[in-house]
């Protein structure tokens, strides 16, 4: 009796038809995590640049702004009233190369100003969602002292995530 070695091809052609069945199980979810991933990192870089702002301010001694836009946090643009803050340019990102997938939707002004002492002067509301997932962030930033709180978008409201 001969003994052959190795697989023939249709053993070949059901292992990658499984292979690819098993793949095909597990790529949905795991767009969706990535996806998810990069909101919350979006997230945190949106507070960052809320918290950076308020440290140069008052580790200088010296009003500031800042201005956010779909990239990210940079110094405001057009000779405004005040300085931009030290180290504005926050990438919402991450190092990420598809960042440009993130959506970012808010009302806060042009430049959001920081007073010398840390406060920050403007409020309104941030909203960060991708295609890729129903998860949409919302960073709301209250007047008079400028408290950030983050939560979940949902029907048109900015209500307390119970998973923070």
Do not use: K, Y
Not at 96 to 111: K, T
């Amino acid at each position: 009796m001969q003994r052959s070695e190795g697989f023939t091809v249709l053993e070949g052609l059901v292992a990658v038809a499984v292979l690819l069945l098993l793949a095909g199980l597990c790529l949905p979810p795991g767009l969706e995590a990535v996806a998810r991933q990069r909101v919350e990192a979006a997230t945190r870089r949106v507070l960052l640049g809320f918290d950076r702002g308020r440290e140069a301010a008052e580790r200088h001694g010296l009003a500031c702004a800042l201005a956010l836009d779909g990239g990210g946090w940079r110094a405001p643009g057009g000779g405004g009233e005040l300085p931009g803050c030290e180290a504005a340019g926050i990438s919402l990102g991450e190092g990420v190369h598809d960042s440009a997938a993130l959506q970012l939707v808010h009302n806060l002004p042009e430049a959001v100003r920081f007073s010398a002492n840390g406060l920050v002067l403007d409020g309104g509301t941030v909203l960060v969602s991708h295609p890729g997932t129903a998860l949409v962030r919302c960073v709301v930033v209250s007047l008079p002292l400028g408290v950030t709180r983050v939560g979940l978008q949902t029907g048109g409201s900015c209500v307390p995530d119970p998973a923070l």
